[in-house]
């Protein structure tokens, strides 16, 4: 199981320190959300903050999520910025497979992205070649929104397909992800958890780290109750 605290819920004055105590905290990836104004209604960060933040947290693995309508112009970029993984959205279509064969050709792990509208059948075709498979669980484009748990069926069937095909993607979820919805998230087969205002946003986030890490890894209801 991986806890991926987003970034995006972070001092945007302070990233370098931010994502240290993240790493600090015992998080396993961090998590950052690139916004292009086109794609999703909101501008985020780009490459050189990536690299900035780099040698702040130099053994966290950094999950780098496109929500760009022109990833092609950025993948070598956030690849030199330090992205250990880059995530791509199934919903640009045709740029896809040029998409997913550059990522790997840059040496990173290779993600795809899937926003709450679109049907999960669109990553079928390209379930064997990516490392991790992001079902969106709130539409893209700001932090601080609530779960759509019409999207929990998805994570089924992507795990289902996982399992049936022997294959070893992450699961990851994104989107108003806290205690209660990351257990619910677990029960139907995520193993990879971003959040962001749940964990940067608590009033201990090595605390939260934990805590959201034992109910993930119990899948337990009780737990989970507890955690409200
Ligand atoms: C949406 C972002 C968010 C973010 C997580 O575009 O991808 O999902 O990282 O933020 P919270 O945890 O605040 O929903
Ligand atoms: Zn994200």
């Known amino acids: 199981?991986?806890?991926?605290?987003?970034?995006?819920?972070?001092?945007?004055?302070?990233?370098?320190?931010?994502?240290?105590?993240?790493?600090?905290?015992?998080?396993?990836?961090?998590?950052?959300?690139?916004?292009?104004?086109?794609?999703?209604p909101n501008i985020s960060f780009g490459p050189g903050v990536v690299a900035a933040v780099r040698p702040h947290a130099k053994k966290l693995f950094f999950d780098v999520h496109l929500m760009c309508g022109q990833p092609e112009i950025l993948l070598e970029p956030f690849a030199r910025a330090g992205a250990d993984l880059i995530t791509v959205h199934v919903e640009l279509g045709d740029k896809i497979p040029a998409l997913l064969w550059k990522i790997k050709s840059l040496g990173k792990k290779v993600g795809l992205a899937i926003n709450p509208p679109t049907a999960i059948t669109a990553a079928l075709p390209y379930l064997d070649k990516i490392d991790l498979l992001l079902v969106m669980t709130v539409n893209p484009g700001f932090g601080g929104q609530s779960f759509i748990h019409e999207?929990?069926?998805?994570?089924?069937?992507?795990?289902?397909?996982?399992?049936?095909?022997?294959?070893?993607?992450?699961?990851?979820?994104?989107?108003?992800?806290?205690?209660?919805?990351?257990?619910?998230?677990?029960?139907?087969?995520?193993?990879?958890?971003?959040?962001?205002?749940?964990?940067?946003?608590?009033?201990?986030?090595?605390?939260?780290?934990?805590?959201?890490?034992?109910?993930?890894?119990?899948?337990?209801?009780?737990?989970?109750?507890?955690?409200?």
């Open 151 to 228: 999207c929990l069926p998805k994570i089924q069937q992507a795990d289902a397909w996982r399992r049936e095909r022997k294959l070893t993607y992450h699961l990851e979820v994104d989107g108003g992800i806290n205690h209660l919805t990351a257990a619910e998230c677990a029960r139907a087969g995520a193993d990879t958890f971003v959040a962001g205002t749940s964990l940067f946003g608590a009033h201990s986030l090595k605390n939260a780290v934990t805590k959201m890490r034992k109910i993930v890894n119990g899948s337990d209801p009780g737990l989970a109750d507890l955690a409200i």
């Open 1 to 40: 199981m991986i806890i991926a605290p987003s970034l995006l819920a972070a001092n945007y004055a302070r990233f370098g320190p931010e994502a240290a105590r993240a790493a600090r905290a015992g998080a396993d990836w961090l998590h950052l959300d690139i916004m292009d104004g086109q794609f999703v």
